[in-house]
């Protein structure tokens, strides 16, 4: 008998050629086709970045200017509120060294800056003053009324907070704590309920967010630190170069 087996090197070439045949595509000998050009992959990006630059533009453009309004209505409630509802008020500017509310042809937007009240019978009230320091969670901003001339405050109000929601945003929510800063004279300091004498200043720290209303303690006593000077000066018109408010 002539019949012979096929041998291994015969199953080892129609192995490869059918192996060669998965590899490459028989119209293009093997070789996969060029993807789109590099520039073309670029100049698509660089056009889809434009036009998402310039949709931000115009939505931003767009929608500031409601922002803005927003913002000066709550800040104009909030003046309102810890001056104890003045008939109107005025903006100051603190330039070199002095509060005017005439700034001339100086750019105000990095100027520190007060909110002078005035009572019907346009006798100042007081200021309200901004102010802003990290808490437990975040930066918190608030504004709070004050009277250079006996060193008390007015009032207090939080701008803005992201503390513990049921712990930390007791500062603006628990009016009983907002309340003890009606008329308390500056400087003030925290102390904790079982240790409270009820001394002039004494602000008692909500348990359970100490940092937090600490924080609020801190802030003021900060800013009336920082401006004493200049408050003094412009409330008090005996003092040297002051101007009557």
Do not use: C
Not at 7 to 34: C, E, F, Y
Not at 226 to 235: K, P
């Amino acid at each position: 008998m002539n019949e012979r087996l096929p041998t291994g090197s015969g199953r080892q070439d129609d192995a490869q050629g059918r192996g060669g045949g998965r590899v490459g595509d028989g119209a293009t000998g093997g070789v996969l086709p060029d993807g789109p050009p590099s520039w073309r992959l670029l100049s698509t990006l660089a056009v889809a970045g434009a036009l998402a630059g310039l949709l931000l533009v115009l939505v931003f453009q767009a929608t500031d200017p409601a922002i803005q309004a927003h913002r000066a209505r709550v800040l104009a409630e909030a003046v309102h509120e810890v001056l104890g509802g003045p008939e109107r008020y005025e903006t100051l500017f603190l330039i070199d060294g002095r509060f005017t509310a005439e700034p001339g042809g100086a750019d105000t937007t990095g100027l520190d800056r007060v909110y002078l009240g005035y009572g019907t019978d346009e006798r100042p009230l007081g200021l309200a003053i901004e102010g802003g320091e990290p808490g437990f969670q975040d930066v918190i901003r608030l504004i709070f009324g004050y009277d250079p001339g006996t060193g008390r405050v007015l009032g207090m109000k939080v701008l803005e907070s992201k503390e513990t929601p049921g712990l930390g945003d007791k500062i603006e929510k628990d009016s009983a704590f907002v309340r003890i800063f009606r008329g308390a004279r500056t400087p003030l300091f925290g102390v904790k309920r079982d240790r409270a004498t009820g001394a002039d200043g004494e602000v008692e720290l909500i348990t359970g967010a100490t940092i937090s209303s600490r924080a609020i303690v801190d802030i003021i006593n900060h800013r009336v630190e920082e401006l004493d000077v200049e408050l003094r000066t412009f409330w008090d018109p005996r003092a040297a170069g002051g101007g009557a408010p």
